[in-house]
């Protein structure tokens, strides 16, 4: 029974550390494509990283743990849900969401007086296209799968 136990937390501490390293490589090539794209000055690179990080830290917290545990709630319980419960997971939802967009308005200002306005955009747009690059590849390693 113990050699059992310990195959399975074994098997599930390579998971996570799997997943782990997934999201390291994601974001080593979020930081590579987002340098590339910015094309920062070495100046603007060293107080650009700090700011941009501490802002996706905080966001991917929140879209990570907070809403997956509210949407995990949701779909365990979506045939007994009341909708007293469910109009408190929408707030969550909204709230969660609002704290989202406030990071972002936060980080434009804190940009501003880091790098020009322009880069601020193509910050956006590369942002984007990353997101559009990584569903594509994850779309494409789906189907080889399949094939």
Do not use: C
Request: hydrophobic letters at 35%; charged letters at 35%.
């Amino acid at each position: 029974m113990k050699k059992i136990i310990f195959s399975i937390l074994l098997f599930l501490f390579s998971l996570n550390i799997s997943a782990q390293h997934n999201r390291e490589r994601i974001k080593t090539l979020k930081v590579s494509f987002i340098t590339e794209k910015l094309d920062l000055t070495e100046q603007e690179a060293q107080k650009f990283w700090p700011v941009y990080n501490n802002y996706d830290n905080v966001t991917s917290k929140i879209r990570h743990e907070d809403i997956r545990n509210i949407r995990r709630e949701i779909r365990r319980n979506i045939g007994t849900l009341t909708d007293e419960r469910a109009k408190e997971l929408i707030t969550k939802i909204n709230e969660a969401e609002s704290s989202i967009h406030k990071q972002r308005m936060e980080l434009s200002s804190k940009l501003l007086k880091i790098i020009p306005p322009k880069k601020i955009i193509l910050l956006k747009i590369a942002e984007d296209d990353f997101k559009r690059k990584m569903l594509e590849h994850y779309k494409n390693k789906g189907h080889q799968r399949g094939n």
